[in-house]
């Protein structure tokens, strides 16, 4: 099986800007999961989709959102992005249960000038 | 509150010698917990969860309800082994709670 894919991998983006980033599930995963890691902060739980619908998210602003397709491919989208956004942001699949294993992709470096 | 603590950011150890992660954890309910690494320019992956009491590449870790600890150990630990160690706790909404992590170094 193809793994946890994420688009892009790099991107440097300025403040004020919005970005988009993209992730492409497991086959057969329907639950997708967004996390952003910095040094300072380690690993923080955005959000997770299952079946096209938001069923957790974490504690960030409302600059962060996020969607899930029919085909469980997700998005993230940031708004207004700011220097602290700066982090490697990175998605993972499962299968949707609570116990099952997260897959993760490789992350994609948002760099914001 | 919820929170994972692993209290030790570095911690370096011989070729040989036991090793032991430390992982506390706050919690009200009955945590699902795991441990995840990151080898050099891999991606995060699950190591082991406690449900399923098993060991992999020669780790163990019991969960300790008394302590809420959720400890990482393996009696010899190999140069393999160097890599970033997270515990995490998924809450029954399905949230993952990590640990700031770990870096094992394991010298020869």
């Known amino acids: 099986k193809a793994g946890v894919t994420q688009t892009p991998r790099y991107l440097i983006k300025t403040r004020g800007q919005q970005v988009t980033l993209s992730c492409s599930p497991i086959s057969g995963h329907r639950s997708v999961s967004w996390y952003q890691q910095t040094p300072g902060q380690g690993l923080q739980f955005l959000f997770e989709y299952f079946s096209e619908t938001q069923r957790n998210k974490g504690n960030f602003p409302g600059r962060f959102s996020g969607r899930q397709f029919s085909n469980s491919r997700s998005e993230m989208n940031v708004s207004t992005l700011e220097l602290g956004d700066s982090a490697l942001y990175l998605c993972a699949s499962s299968l949707g249960q609570i116990n099952n294993e997260q897959f993760f992709g490789p992350g994609t470096r948002l760099t914001v000038l | ?108």
């Open chain 2, 1 to 108: 509150a919820q929170r994972v603590t692993q209290p030790e950011k570095l911690l370096s150890v011989f070729k040989g010698a036991p090793v032991e992660l430390k992982c506390n954890y706050s919690y009200s309910g009955s945590p699902e917990l795991f441990w995840y690494v990151q080898y050099s320019r891999q991606r995060l992956q699950l190591l082991l969860r406690h449900i399923s009491r098993e060991s992999i590449k020669g780790f163990t870790a019991d969960l300790n309800k008394g302590e809420t600890s959720f400890h990482l150990k393996k009696p010899f630990a190999q140069e393999e082994d160097s890599a970033m160690y997270y515990c995490a706790l998924k809450d029954s909404n399905y949230q993952l709670i990590w640990g700031a992590g770990t870096k094992l170094i394991i010298k020869p």
